[in-house]
């Protein structure tokens, strides 16, 4: 199947700092990427769509000038946590879908801890 | 809000038996997505079944979809010790579009 690869694994920062998260779709190109969010023994939670070449789409309740998104190619789209705080520890997710296609392609994550 | 809710939330099951685990969800549909996590993982998709479609195979896995009843099952046959993960349903209104992740089933098969 796609490969889709998030970068980095996991990043431990302080707080105020900001972490830039990377998605790459390796052997396609992906019009849309979406961005998750899991708490502990919780669910994925969305928080927003990248669409290549255009603004994110952010759920409700979701800051967008906390969580810069960035869709510049359709293979790279970026996840930019700005003056995190411990709250905003969490395992992070990016998907990615192909064009003209159904499934979703996951990437292996990254799980923050900002102390 | 997630609109998918899945039973049970744990399953402890023996190595060999099956696993049943189900999902409910809320407004149409267009694919119904079966997806599993190992602790602290990414997602690996396990089986997509689409609307008009009842039910599919994939190796060990049986997935139904009832569209009347809003729900779908997976059943995992002769479990194995590492089938051991976390097992969400996704649903997605339009191909391509935003997946809403179902709460999960923690799975757990002892050797």
């Known amino acids: 199947g796609a490969v889709v690869s998030q970068h980095p694994s996991w990043v431990i920062c302080k707080s105020g700092t900001s972490v830039k998260i990377e998605c790459r779709s390796l052997?396609?190109?992906?019009?849309?990427m979406f961005w998750y969010r899991q708490f502990p023994k919780q669910s994925l939670m969305l928080m927003a769509t990248s669409n290549e070449g255009s603004k994110a789409t952010y759920e409700q309740g979701v800051e967008k000038d906390k969580f810069l998104i960035n869709h510049a190619s359709l293979t790279l789209s970026t996840l930019t946590v700005t003056s995190a705080h411990p709250e905003d520890s969490s395992f992070y997710i990016c998907?990615?879908?192909?064009?003209?296609?159904?499934?979703?392609?996951f990437g292996q994550g990254t799980r923050l801890t900002v102390v | 809000s997630q609109q998918g809710e899945e039973d049970p939330q744990a399953l402890s099951i023996q190595e060999g038996e099956n696993a049943t685990m189900n999902c409910s969800y809320k407004?149409?549909?267009?694919?119904l997505q079966w997806y599993r996590q190992n602790s602290g993982r990414g997602l690996v998709h396990l089986i997509l079944i689409r609307s008009n479609e009842r039910e599919k195979h994939s190796g060990r896995l049986r997935v139904t979809l009832d569209t009347s009843k809003k729900s779908s099952s997976l059943l995992i046959t002769a479990s194995r010790a590492a089938d051991t993960a976390s097992y969400f349903c996704a649903t997605d209104r339009t191909s391509g579009s935003r997946l809403t992740f179902g709460e999960g089933t923690q799975l757990t098969v002892n050797p």
């Open positions: 998907s990615a879908v192909a064009v003209r296609d159904t499934e979703a392609f």
């Open positions: 052997d396609f190109q992906a019009t849309t």
């Open positions: 407004t149409s549909i267009n694919n």
